[in-house]
């Protein structure tokens, strides 16, 4: 090999020899990040796996009778089959129904030394018999203190002392892509353990309106419910509650109570044995970007009062629909389903801040609470003398004075037809009774046309109406 050959080779070397040292650091830094980024649930399991408890009922129900009767009246049933109540066999051997008994299993945590254990309400719903069953195997009979259908919490109570327990989450800034696991009993396997993320907060759930559920894509199947959801520093963040699933196994789709309402629930079960949750007296409803701008938002934001209940908190305070509720008690009101929480979790008959915003200015209320009630049920029953309008789009009815009696509403007309314009555009239909535009009173066809004529085209204006006896509002842009 002649001289020049060699000192190419030379130099080619040194070359790679430089590119290699050069660049290895980083290599070996991003395979160290591959190899170290994902967490070590092991310690984690490890350290709380004692304090997640096995939860078995039993329950007593009527046997089921044959597939063949199934339908029939229970009069003709206790009739004819002497079940019970029947009077023609009162002491006889079928005058009371075979009874089986039913068994269900579900997860729990213990979260004192001295034995209280938080699990699903509908864990424990109707048993007779409750046992934990702790991770050496040893099983003990629960005394239920309490329950809270609501939010699904309920809080038992073992007789034991010295027990290992949860740490529950004081930070409130759980984060959405977060890392989470789960321990629990799904399908009856003991103590499995499985891992997510955080998917999303404040998830709001038909008929939950209490609870902000945390959403993950932790795998719960069921008997996941009433355990606990750990964050990566051992701390409950929540309780494993619901799934979504069309097979009835877990789809990624796992809803969590959040461990703070949880813990409001445990300390009023604890001290007085129920729950006693904040009463506002108002119906809201989302603000969307168009009703922002017509409200002078810059961005969506706050829940829209669409109606305030006479006699309530909120009446007695000063809120008035087509308010907005910007902040309660000291917490930012970011959507409409963060309120009824926050209402919920306030203590009663204490008078907390109200910002509001009222007609583009911000006012604040002082609210006293009264406990939960329910919501009035308002009649529906409509009728009288019509009004056709083309700049809104609508034919429109006065309405009888039992009429506006019967609905709790001082004024209004009733919407019997929309055609293609304004009004289809904001989202009237007919049935709807048009109560205020622009926060101006509508008490009279002759009202509202006078109103058509002053106000302003092309600008998107509030608009109150009552469907199905529920007050909400829509934003309407008249063309001309």
């Keep these: 090999m002649s001289g020049t050959s060699m000192k190419k080779t030379s130099l080619f070397s040194v070359f790679f020899l430089a590119v290699w040292i050069?660049?290895?650091?980083?290599?070996?830094?991003?395979?160290?990040?591959?190899?170290?980024?994902?967490?070590?649930?092991?310690?984690?399991?490890?350290?709380?796996?004692?304090?997640?408890?096995?939860?078995?009922?039993?329950?007593?129900?009527?046997?089921?009778?044959?597939?063949?009767?199934?339908?029939?009246?229970?009069?003709?049933?206790?009739?004819?089959?002497?079940?019970?109540?029947?009077?023609?066999?009162?002491?006889?051997?079928?005058?009371?129904?075979?009874?089986?008994?039913i068994h269900s299993l579900g997860s729990g945590f213990i979260i004192s030394e001295d034995g209280y254990i938080l699990t699903n309400n509908h864990v424990i719903d109707g048993a007779d018999e409750v046992i934990v069953r702790m991770r050496n195997r040893k099983e003990l009979k629960a005394t239920v203190?309490?329950?809270?259908?609501?939010?699904?919490?309920?809080?038992?109570k073992i007789d034991a002392d010295g027990l290992p327990y949860a740490k529950i989450s004081k930070n409130k800034s759980l984060k959405v892509g977060q890392w989470v696991l789960a321990i629990g009993e799904p399908f009856g396997l003991d103590y499995t353990v499985t891992h997510g993320i955080v998917s999303a907060l404040?998830?709001?759930?038909?008929?939950?309106?209490?609870?902000?559920?945390?959403?993950?894509?932790?795998?719960?199947?069921?008997?996941?419910?009433?355990?606990?959801?750990f964050n990566l520093d051992g701390e409950v963040v929540g309780i494993n509650?619901?799934?979504?699933?069309?097979?009835?196994?877990?789809?990624?789709?796992?809803?969590?109570?959040?461990?703070?309402?949880?813990?409001?629930?445990?300390?009023?079960?604890?001290e007085t044995g129920q729950v006693v949750r904040g009463y506002l007296g108002v119906q809201v409803q989302e603000v969307t970007s168009d009703l922002s701008e017509s409200f002078g938002l810059e961005k969506p934001m706050g829940a829209l009062v669409g109606e305030t209940f006479p006699g309530t908190p909120a009446a007695k305070a000063g809120i008035e629909a087509g308010d907005i509720i910007l902040e309660f008690n000291g917490r930012e009101i970011a959507k409409s389903t963060d309120l009824p929480p926050i209402v919920g979790v306030t203590p009663v008959n204490e008078k907390v801040p109200v910002k509001l915003l009222r007609q583009g200015k911000v006012k604040w209320v002082k609210v006293k609470l009264t406990s939960l009630d329910k919501a009035q049920n308002l009649a529906d029953n409509r009728d009288s003398s019509g009004f056709n309008s083309n700049?809104?789009?609508?034919?429109?009815?006065?309405?009888?004075d039992k009429q506006l009696k019967d609905m709790k509403v001082p004024f209004g007309v009733l919407v019997t037809d929309v055609e293609e314009g304004p009004a289809q555009k904001a989202g009237l239909k007919a049935g709807d009774v048009l109560v205020t535009i622009d926060f101006k009173a509508v008490?009279?066809?002759?009202?509202?046309?006078?109103?058509?004529?002053?106000?302003?085209?092309?600008?998107?204006?509030?608009?109150?109406?009552?469907?199905?006896?529920?007050?909400?509002?829509?934003?309407?842009?008249?063309?001309?």
Excluded at 146 to 156: K, S, W
């Design 202 to 229: 404040g998830r709001s759930l038909p008929d939950d309106t209490y609870v902000p559920f945390i959403q993950t894509d932790v795998p719960i199947n069921p008997g996941n419910s009433g355990g606990p959801l």
């Design 391 to 400: 700049r809104l789009g609508a034919k429109v009815e006065n309405l009888s």
């Design 145 to 156: 203190v309490g329950t809270d259908p609501r939010t699904d919490v309920a809080l038992l």
């Design 241 to 270: 509650s619901q799934i979504y699933s069309k097979s009835g196994g877990s789809m990624g789709l796992s809803f969590s109570i959040p461990i703070d309402i949880a813990m409001n629930v445990v300390d009023q079960l604890r």
């Design 443 to 480: 008490r009279s066809v002759d009202d509202l046309d006078k109103l058509l004529k002053n106000l302003p085209s092309k600008r998107s204006l509030p608009v109150r109406i009552l469907r199905n006896n529920r007050s909400m509002f829509l934003p309407l842009i008249l063309e001309k």
């Design 22 to 101: 050069l660049f290895t650091p980083f290599v070996a830094q991003a395979a160290t990040t591959n190899a170290f980024g994902l967490p070590d649930f092991t310690e984690l399991v490890e350290q709380n796996n004692k304090v997640v408890v096995n939860i078995s009922t039993t329950k007593s129900v009527n046997r089921s009778i044959q597939p063949q009767f199934r339908g029939m009246p229970e009069e003709m049933l206790r009739f004819f089959f002497g079940l019970p109540g029947n009077p023609q066999f009162p002491q006889g051997p079928q005058s009371e129904a075979p009874k089986e008994e």
